[in-house]
């Protein structure tokens, strides 16, 4: 009989022992299935979206029951969403840092992992509706109960901004979170080093968002606030800006080819084109306090949504040229397969789609403009009209996307387009068509080759960089007294001469023009300014 007993207490401890193991080991399944990628990741984003929707929709219906004040539905809904896609990038690419697990793997098991929280206004609803508890979703901002620091280390402490089931969610995601960590690392360190991670990432990186925009505002003297659009703004960055680290660590062989192919220097032009236009009659006079855009998060914008039309030009463009980049770009993405086709298509729509949403951002006018540089390239370098086969006049186009460009940043700074100064246009339209001929030197060979008419086929390498560089002369001998100010004529016309030679020197190197004349366009900038 002892013996018996004897025998069953090893065995109680046995199971005992094992117990924590079987758990684990039951995680890890759920894990392994949660990470299928038999299943597509689209459904893990679409289940995503519809917990999130649950979450708001459960929401209003709190807020309509127990309305702390009117409610503008339109802007929270966009805040909401944007909030909880933003927070769902950050983890991803924190625990994805924490674990080195594959980025679609900690993507599915995060996505997944929001399911939690439609529990939010469930939980606040049955204990307001049992206990009386104040319902009250608010940001932790100093001043209403205690100081930010105590309001972090009191997760549980009687203060409002996060409700009872906000505490909860954060508290089962911090638990879950951990346990993902060690089955990924077997580290205990790990594991609770997440934990805390998590917590601070929500309550500083989210939680204080307005707290810490107030104090940004205070450190660069600007004009921000913490309002439902400045919200929006703030977690549309947040969401852009993390969703390009986490594509990095998904895919950085295809993310290095990119910016390598970005065509730096066309990008910065239609940058100095946005910045030149927002300072065009908008510059202070004499002795007055220089100011800056308006709204520096949505000019953010607009320089984003430039770079995304640049990307998304440059790679229609390099699938239409593949066979001149043969011969002239063998180091293109298109030419080297470094990124396959189906994929570099993906890539181009992606980037079509956050230059739309970042334009959008920074308001209807500006992403109309945007959207006509991206039509304009479209129309100039893509089948079946690929107007770039018309001699010198096919320039025209890149010249009114100069214009358009100008214009987004003139009426972003709260000009009218009919105040758009005509002899600028005037001489964009037609200086700018003359010069912009140079890009065509460097694919003479592979233009020549597909029989497409460019000015240096037509007259020849020799003659054309003679036209072309005397066209610049020119345009820039004519720009102070067409443009102003005269003052400016000694400089400007030395970069005239500069770029004449550059273009004409034995060893061609358009990077040496693009340089030449972005710094000509600075200094013209900075003369306006002082």
């Not at 969403?81 to 769902?88: H, K, M, P, T, V």
């Not at 009872?164 to 508290?171: C, H, K, P, S, T």
Request: glycine share 6%; with cysteine; hydrophobic share 55%.
């Amino acid at each position: 009989m002892r013996r018996d007993n004897a025998d069953n207490n090893l065995e109680q401890a046995a199971s005992t022992a094992h117990a924590p193991s079987f758990f684990l080991n039951a995680i890890g399944d759920i894990i392994v299935r949660l990470e299928d990628d038999k299943n597509p990741l689209v459904q893990y984003v679409l289940s995503f979206l519809a917990a999130i929707a649950l979450r708001d929709f459960l929401e209003f219906l709190v807020i309509c029951n127990f309305p702390p004040a009117p409610v503008n539905w339109h802007n929270l809904i966009i805040h909401y969403n944007l909030f909880f896609i933003s927070l769902g990038l950050a983890i991803i690419l924190l625990i994805h840092i924490l674990t080195k697990a594959k980025v679609s793997s900690v993507t599915r098991i995060v996505l997944i992992g929001f399911i939690l929280t439609p529990t939010v206004p469930i939980v606040d609803s049955l204990l307001q509706l049992v206990w009386k508890h104040d319902i009250i979703y608010d940001y932790a901002i100093p001043g209403k109960t205690e100081g930010l620091l105590k309001k972090y280390f009191l997760f549980f402490g009687d203060h409002q901004g996060a409700s009872f089931g906000m505490r909860l969610e954060i508290f089962l995601a911090m638990i879950l979170s951990s346990l993902y960590i060690y089955c990924k690392t077997s580290s205990l360190l790990r594991a609770a080093l997440g934990a805390v991670l998590l917590y601070s990432l929500i309550f500083w990186g989210f939680g204080a968002a307005p707290f810490l925009i107030v104090g940004f505002e205070r450190l660069a003297g600007l004009s921000l606030d913490t309002s439902e659009r400045m919200l929006i703004d703030v977690y549309l960055l947040y969401s852009v800006s993390l969703f390009l680290v986490i594509a990095y660590y998904q895919k950085p062989v295809y993310v290095k080819a990119i910016i390598r192919d970005i065509r730096l220097t066309r990008v910065l032009h239609y940058v100095l084109m946005v910045v030149i236009g927002f300072f065009i009659l908008g510059f202070p006079k004499s002795g007055e306090r220089l100011f800056l855009p308006p709204d520096l998060v949505e000019f953010c914008f607009v320089i984003l949504a430039v770079v995304f039309a640049g990307i998304f030009s440059a790679i229609t463009n390099n699938l239409a040229d593949i066979k001149i980049d043969r011969i002239t770009n063998p180091e293109r993405p298109s030419v080297t397969g470094i990124i396959p086709e189906n994929d570099y298509k993906k890539i181009a729509y992606l980037a079509l789609f956050l230059a739309m949403t970042c334009s959008l951002a920074a308001g209807y006018l500006t992403c109309f403009l945007v959207f006509c540089l991206i039509g304009n390239y479209f129309l100039y370098s893509i089948p079946p009209l690929r107007l770039k086969r018309i001699p010198f006049f096919s320039k025209s186009i890149i010249s009114l996307n100069c214009i358009a460009m100008m214009l987004a940043g003139y009426t972003f700074a709260g000009k009218e387009l009919r105040t758009f100064p005509v002899n600028i246009i005037l001489f964009v339209l037609i200086f700018f068509t003359a010069c912009i001929n140079f890009i065509d030197i460097k694919d003479y060979e592979g233009d020549k080759a597909e029989g497409i008419k460019t000015l240096p086929v037509l007259l020849g390498l020799k003659w054309s960089k003679l036209v072309i560089g005397f066209f610049f002369i020119i345009a820039y001998a004519l720009f102070p007294y067409l443009i102003g100010p005269r003052s400016v004529f000694p400089v400007s016309i030395l970069f005239g001469v500069a770029i004449f030679f550059a273009i004409n020197a034995k060893q061609y190197k358009e990077r040496i023009i693009f340089l030449l004349y972005l710094i000509s366009g600075e200094m013209y900038l900075l003369s306006l300014l002082w």
